[in-house]
């Protein structure tokens, strides 16, 4: 048998320790990274949900950041309350 240059049996990094074991690694990460994709998904989702707005509150920020004039907010308002 040949002693590998990282130490152990068999020449792998891991040593040989792990030998038919790199599904598990694998499966490993691949779980690691639905998680942290399922955690950004749920933080989106809780931030659209805790963001409750209503639609005239929206339109009076319109108009205060002058994104729409005070015809069309009027306009708007008007509708809104229809």
């Known amino acids: 048998m040949a002693y ?4 152990g049996y068999g020449g ?12 598990v690694f694998q499966l490993l990460i ?8 399922w955690w950004l998904l749920r933080g989106s989702k809780e931030y659209a949900a805790n963001t409750k707005e209503s639609p005239l509150d929206l339109v009076k920020k319109r108009y205060a950041t002058g994104e ?15």
């Open 12 to 23: 792998s990094m891991m040593g040989g320790y792990f030998a038919g074991y790199g599904w």
């Open 68 to 82: 729409i004039t005070k015809k069309e907010f009027e306009q708007l308002r008007k509708d809104l309350e229809e």
């Open 30 to 37: 691949l779980f690691l990274v639905l998680l942290i994709f």
């Open 4 to 7: 590998g240059m990282m130490g």
